[in-house]
């Protein structure tokens, strides 16, 4: 059974930064696309960033330059970097694995942007 669990969601203040974890386990993990997606309150849930198996990256162009995605093979783990967070970064966070037939996804980690 493939499982996904974020962690490192909390409340920062705007220019601050926060990492998100996520550990998958029961998963061809070496060979999976990751992903993060975010869904504000009230709103669709939207994509932010992906890492493919060859550690090719792509970002949703608010989060350039101020977001990072990267993935450990060996830990099974997949991070997200966030840099000088805006208020409009506020949002639950979801993990994804794709590319293996079916989608899996986490049940998310919020993150709060304000003064």
């Known amino acids: 059974q493939v499982q996904l669990v974020e962690s490192g969601g909390g409340l920062v203040q705007p220019g601050g930064s926060l990492r998100l974890s996520c550990t998958v386990s029961?998963?061809?993990?070496?060979?999976?696309?990751m992903a993060w997606h975010r869904q504000p309150t009230g709103k669709q849930r939207e994509f932010v960033a992906i890492?493919?198996?060859?550690?090719?990256?792509n970002y949703i162009h608010s989060v350039r330059g101020r977001f990072a995605i990267s993935r450990d093979n060996a830990q099974h783990t997949v991070w997200l970097q966030m840099d000088n967070l805006k208020p409009e970064d506020t949002a639950v966070y979801y993990c994804g694995l794709l590319g293996l037939g079916t989608d899996y996804w986490g049940r998310g980690t919020e993150v709060t942007v304000s003064s």
């Open positions: 029961g998963s061809n993990f070496i060979f999976a696309t």
């Open positions: 890492i493919y198996n060859d550690f090719t990256t």
